[in-house]
């Protein structure tokens, strides 16, 4: 006969007894959630976000939706995109932890939600904000998302940019020089970098890809000529030690920025080749046209795609053989 064994906890309660704590615990839930609920869940997530320094000053967020800069100046803060709009109040709760007073400006890398989410709040704030014309505009009037077949509404009037611009410009702040500058058709049509020369580091938004594929928003005006062109113009800034801040992954350095823009010259080549023959993605694809190029894709088709309808709107400016 096989001994027993014996545990040293407590003969269990009865289910009545268990029945009463269980309420008595929920009770005490309830008024502890009512009473403090909304500062728990904020407290919370705003932990959720990261917040790390990448130079004197200069401090990288995570966990919004985007990478988010922020630079403590005299005059206020200078934040580069301000994440997705459900991370806005986790983020605001960010801002206020980090040195520099109130955010004196905001900056949109582009137009997509993930940037953009914070505009609103912030610019009731007072914050100014700064962008290109393009992305002004489709926050001003809507546009269409073809991927969801949606009309995307304009933001509130105090999440619109108050301050466009079409190809360069500086912003002083206090004593803080910011100098911006737009990456014609590189993700979107209303891509811009944001350099702070005193730090010596660019934000880029999603024209510098080191983690996810390459996104290319050809129903929004992105291609891979105008990545090339302003990936180019990227290296041209700063110097040997000059880093640059994605929307999503790591900071960078130059030698990144060089090896994409190794690996989209090698593609753009390719595809042109391709593209004289009338072929379609699933062709170029079944082609090799992404293979060997040093990095592997997680969605192969899609990229392909993407781009094949971004060369077919530059179809007759490609090469002098394609009308």
Do not use: C
């Not at 309660?13 to 269980?22: E, F, G, I, P, T």
């Not at 966990?63 to 806005?88: C, F, H, P, R």
């Amino acid at each position: 006969m096989r001994s027993r064994a014996y545990s040293a906890q407590p003969p269990p309660a009865s289910r009545d007894s268990v029945d009463r704590r269980s309420v008595l615990r929920g009770l005490a839930s309830g008024l502890a959630a009512a009473t403090f609920g909304g500062a728990v869940r904020f407290a919370r997530a705003a932990d959720a976000l990261s917040a790390a320094s990448v130079a004197p000053g200069l401090t990288l967020i995570g966990g919004a939706g985007a990478n988010i800069l922020v630079l403590a100046t005299d005059a206020g803060k200078v934040v580069v995109d301000g994440g997705a709009a459900a991370s806005s109040k986790a983020l605001q709760q960010k801002l206020e932890e980090l040195p520099g007073g109130r955010v004196a400006a905001l900056f949109n890398t582009h137009w997509h939600l993930e940037q953009v989410g914070a505009n609103e709040p912030l610019g009731a704030a007072g914050a100014t904000i700064y962008a290109h014309a393009k992305t002004r505009q489709r926050l001003t009037a809507g546009y269409y998302l073809a991927a969801e077949d949606r009309y995307q509404p304009p933001l509130a009037p105090a999440g619109r940019p108050t301050q466009a611009f079409h190809t360069e410009a500086t912003a002083v702040v206090g004593k803080t020089k910011v100098s911006y500058g737009y990456l014609l058709e590189a993700h979107t049509d209303g891509d811009i970098y944001v350099f702070f020369p005193d730090v010596n580091v660019v934000a880029v938004g999603d024209v510098v890809s080191p983690q996810r594929d390459p996104e290319f928003d050809w129903f929004g005006g992105g291609w891979l000529g105008g990545r090339l062109d302003s990936l180019n113009r990227l290296l041209a800034l700063g110097d040997k030690d000059t880093r640059f801040v994605p929307s999503v992954g790591p900071v960078v350095g130059r030698a990144q920025v060089q090896a994409e823009l190794d690996m989209h010259s090698k593609l753009f080549g390719r595809m042109v080749e391709h593209v004289r023959l009338g072929e379609t993605a699933a062709d170029m694809l079944k082609a090799g046209v992404l293979d060997g190029l040093g990095r592997s894709f997680e969605d192969p088709a899609k990229l392909l795609y993407d781009l094949h309808k971004g060369f077919w709107a530059h179809h007759n400016t490609l090469t002098h053989d394609i009308v």
